[in-house]
């Protein structure tokens, strides 16, 4: 089924497009201009009488129309973009015209021609419209809960229950208040049978007043009237929902209730939430897909549950138990480990396909393991009853999605393989050069926004957590991504090779999974309209023959193991490319990558580049530069110090340069006016000449501007084996958002307190002493500090220090954690102190950081320190989650985001369920057993640390 929306977001960034080409007065013909303007004001419309089709639904002249449009919408695009490449083709000098004399291209008068043939073409589509006026089906609303998932369906929830039985009691130690528990996760994970256990408890049935809505309908004041029906009012005689609101407060006043909602939409709590009186210890459930819907229900004396992913073994006593007969539990069961990474621990997923599994009479039918590997195909082509409501969730989720952009930014995780962690930053840089997004007044980071609102829905999962708790790496849910794929697919919003034998006619994008496309056999594509390509493995000659195409905009080769330096000056002749990436096996740049006029992103950390061509820093359109690199001694330094002083280099991330005997970097880092985000490496055999002139540099660019409220610059500084000397004479008044320090430090400098609303640091150094971390405390507007040496000197923080940091983070070598005393660190939500010999408790006192929500230590402490932590969390007020993490050796990326010695990542492992008895009775490292786990919500996947009597993992309680 076409998709309309796809549609409405590729004629949106087609339209800006024809603007561009407008803008830019190109004539190919009498009375281009006229057509240009009639196809920017005809496409919109077109595209906004179809765009209330509702996904799913067979209306086959709409089908037809959408499919029309699509392809005029497709071709209009080719045309543009060789309009485009053909200007950038003009401006080269003339041995670069004669080189690339081979490489086909359309002429002015083909072209032209081509542009008056679509514009006939989108005429009749608009009068077909009219004369078939199409009307528009009504969308239905979707179930959003997960109703269709059975309590004998679930296995693994008792530790979820447990801990969810708990927030529901009314605690001794806790204000007798209402508390607000919202349950928070991706569709079919089993939100709704959790909360129907909590209703259905014993403690549940203690409560006075109870009622069970659903909130899907998204009308405050049906809710309101159902709530009050069931608490036997049913004289109702108004539906206003102030009135509503009164009612049910008046009711509810001086009693003891029990409320849930299930499936809350994001415009409901603001309007009922007064409906509720907040005395008497009063629960109310909500279960929500929507993260910031559970955020704000449970903003005040709230708590919040993370659904989690069943482990392994779980999800295959559900699949096994839905699959297989029971007489047949004995028999020789086929591998099912294709369909328990396609499930993803997804309950919903791993129920439906074992029902449809059984159909096919599992485990004796003979076609059971052809289904088990190739399970996707069933889901959307099959039309079975039994996989319909799984594809009915998924559908609903990414129809709920809140824009057509979102949709296609959505669709692009398709590129990636299923288990591939997806990279946050260059996933947002790939959408903006595919032109998904666009910068507006608005909205100058669209890419953030977007990908802030798909993790907000919960319908991709944060993978690894920077201690910053920012997301590095992300993915789709297991059937989620084989929805995304065929759908993608089908649309042919990509092209996907792993390992089959699709080849279409026209391709726009290429995704492909360690996969040789070779084999003998020649490519039987056209490349010339790839827009996409991104490789996983090897590649082979034939799509490694840059010749073959002209309107690639992202080209991602990172991970790419057959890519040559010889592929290079291929590459270059990609006049539209807008980012780049290149693998390991490249260690130079050619010069002719100035042809490169339009490329934004140069992404050189996988690579071996150490000296990079100056022609780079001259790149008229290049935003981020990365890698660890240097310019050649020759480096035309008077030319690029005209070029930048000329105000037209639009370079904004450095990361980053070598400051060594050659200054080169150094000297031009002073003209680079809009840069925001800069990393250098000092080597120990810099000149003093070049540190001093790299001193200025520095004090230049952290020179506060005062309105700079919302300036995100960072810098970085590596500067083992040099002078500490560099630091000292920086003075205020200075400015940064971020500061990274490594080195030796035996004092902190002077400039660092006096940054202006500095908000994040991090320093390195093998020892700090008693002044450096005294002077810390002093930092007042600092919300994240990671400090990571071989020991601490001994200090105290007092009260009211850091009265705004909201993370600490240790990396010790040997367990000097400081004194806290009460009153310091007020806000502090997440403490993280990373010590492999860290005993007990180590004389922190837990209960003086009052809105503590997460422990993290590291995994290789003790199972004593372990529980010894968890007997803590469970006695603090908020009871934070205990989070256990593993070191990762350092990358081999060159000037990336890679950890230093001693540093970690957030890939938390997978650990034992503890009890007390295991450990005093064994007193031996944790057995192996397949963990229980789950999200918290800040994206960890965290321990579920059970001690006699109660279960404290995942536990998200907002402190008031």
């Not at 790149?619 to 530069?625: A, D, Q, Y």
């Amino acid at each position: 089924m076409e998709d309309p929306g796809l549609l409405s977001t590729f004629v949106d960034n087609l339209v800006s497009r024809l603007f561009s080409l407008a803008e830019a007065k190109y004539k190919l013909y009498k009375g281009f201009e006229g057509d240009v303007t009639f196809m920017m004001r005809e496409l919109p419309m077109i595209t906004s009488a179809i765009n209330g089709l509702l996904l799913g639904q067979d209306d086959h002249i709409l089908r037809l129309s959408v499919e029309e449009l699509r392809h005029i919408a497709h071709e209009m695009e080719d045309c543009i973009d060789q309009i485009m490449y053909d200007a950038s083709w003009d401006q080269q000098p003339w041995y670069c015209k004669y080189v690339k004399s081979g490489r086909k291209r359309k002429s002015r008068s083909q072209l032209g021609e081509e542009m008056q043939q679509l514009r006939y073409r989108l005429e009749e589509a608009l009068q077909r419209q009219q004369r078939y006026s199409i009307s528009l089906p009504s969308q239905s609303q979707l179930a959003e809960s997960d109703q269709h998932v059975l309590r004998d369906d679930l296995i693994g929830i008792d530790a979820s229950l447990e801990e969810l039985l708990e927030q529901l009691k009314e605690a001794e130690d806790q204000p007798k208040q209402l508390k607000v528990i919202s349950i928070v996760g991706f569709c079919g994970l089993g939100k709704t049978i959790l909360a129907r256990e909590l209703y259905n408890s014993e403690i549940g049935k203690q409560f006075e007043e109870r009622a069970w809505v659903s909130g899907t309908h998204g009308d405050p004041g049906e809710l309101l009237s159902e709530i009050l029906r069931q608490l036997h009012k049913p004289d109702l005689v108004t539906s206003n929902v102030n009135q509503l609101s009164a009612d049910l407060c008046n009711y509810l006043n001086n009693k003891r209730y029990l409320i849930i909602i299930d499936g809350m939409r994001s415009d409901q709590w603001s309007i009922v939430k007064s409906a509720f009186p907040r005395n008497i210890s009063s629960r109310i459930v909500v279960t929500t897909k929507i993260q910031s819907v559970a955020n704000t229900c449970s903003s005040n004396n709230g708590y919040i549950h993370n659904m989690r992913r069943l482990n392994e073994k779980h999800s295959k006593q559900l699949f096994l138990k839905n699959a297989c007969p029971g007489e047949y539990s004995d028999y020789l069961q086929p591998d099912s480990a294709a369909i328990l990474k396609k499930c993803d621990g997804q309950p919903l997923a791993l129920t439906t396909v074992g029902h449809f599994m059984r159909k096919k009479r599992w485990p004796t039918g003979r076609d059971c393991e052809d289904v088990c590997n190739n399970v996707h195909f069933y889901d959307l082509q099959s039309g079975d009853d039994t996989l319909d409501r799984m594809h009915q969730l998924l559908t609903h989720d990414y129809a709920s999605l809140p824009s057509h952009a979102l949709k296609a930014c959505f669709l692009y995780f398709a590129m990636f393989p299923s288990d591939h962690p997806v990279r946050a930053k260059r996933l947002k840089r790939k959408w903006l050069a595919e032109g998904f997004l666009q910068p507006t007044n608005l909205c100058s980071d669209p890419a953030a926004e977007s990908f802030e609102k798909l993790m907000n829905q919960n319908i991709i999962q944060p993978v690894n957590i920077s201690n910053n708790t920012k997301v590095k790496t992300c993915k789709t849910y297991g059937m989620m991504h084989e929805f995304i794929t065929l759908k993608s697919l089908c649309e042919n919003f990509i092209t996907l090779f792993d390992g089959g034998e699709l080849q279409p006619k026209q391709v726009r994008r290429i995704s492909l999974h360690h996969k040789s496309i070779t084999n003998g056999a020649s490519l039987n594509i056209d490349l010339s309209l790839v827009r996409s390509l991104i490789v996983f493995g090897e590649a082979g000659n034939d799509i490694l023959n840059f010749n073959k195409y002209q309107l690639l905009r992202v080209l991602d080769l990172e991970d790419c193991t057959d890519l040559q330096n010889d592929h290079l000056r291929e590459v270059c002749n990609l006049l539209l490319l807008k980012y780049l990436s290149l693998g390991s096996n490249v260690t130079s740049l050619p010069k002719e990558i100035k042809q490169l006029k339009h490329l934004e992103t140069l992404d050189l950390r996988r690579t071996n580049v150490k000296i990079i061509p100056p022609e780079v820093i001259q790149l008229p359109h290049l935003i981020h530069l990365f890698g660890k690199f240097k310019l050649p001694d020759k480096a035309m330094q008077d030319e690029l110090q005209k070029f930048l002083a000329s105000g037209k280099c639009k370079l904004q991330t450095l990361g980053g340069f070598l400051v060594d005997e050659s200054g080169r970097f150094v000297e031009l880092m002073g003209y680079m006016k809009k840069l925001r985000k800069v990393k250098i490496w000092c080597e120990p055999s810099a000149t003093s000449t070049n540190l001093t002139t790299l001193q200025k540099a520095i004090q230049e660019f952290i020179h506060d501007e005062k309105d700079a409220s919302n300036d995100p610059r960072s810098l970085s500084i590596y500067f083992d084996g040099c002078s500490e000397d560099l630091l000292k004479n920086l003075k205020s008044p200075c400015y940064l958002r971020s500061l990274k320090l490594q080195g030796r430090l035996l004092e902190l400098p002077e400039f660092v307190t006096a940054l202006r609303r500095l908000r994040e640091l991090c320093l390195q150094s093998t020892k700090m002493t008693a002044d450096l971390l005294t002077a810390l405390t002093n930092l007042k507007h600092l919300q994240y500090l990671k400090l990571i040496a071989d020991e601490l000197e001994e200090i105290h923080i007092k009260e009211k220090a850091l009265p705004r940091l909201l993370c600490l983070c240790f990396v010790l070598q040997r367990p000097t954690f400081p004194k806290v005393q009460e009153g310091a660190l007020p806000f502090l939500k997440s403490l993280q102190l990373l010590c492999k010999d860290m005993d007990g408790l180590s004389g922190i006192q837990v209960k003086c950081f009052t809105r503590l929500s997460e422990v993290m230590l590291d995994c290789r402490v003790t199972d004593g320190t372990k529980l010894n932590w968890v007997r803590a969390a469970k006695e603090h007020p908020n009871r934070p989650i205990v989070v256990l993490k593993r070191a990762i050796p350092p990358r081999v990326d060159r000037g990336g985001d890679s950890t230093a010695a001693g540093e970690t990542e957030n890939e938390i492992i997978d650990c034992s369920v503890l009890s007390e008895g295991q450990v005093q009775e064994t007193h031996t490292q944790m057995p192996h057993d397949e963990p229980d786990y789950a999200f918290n919500n800040m994206g960890h996947e965290v321990v579920s640390a059970t001690l006699t009597g109660s279960s404290i993992a995942n536990n998200g309680r907002v402190a008031s």
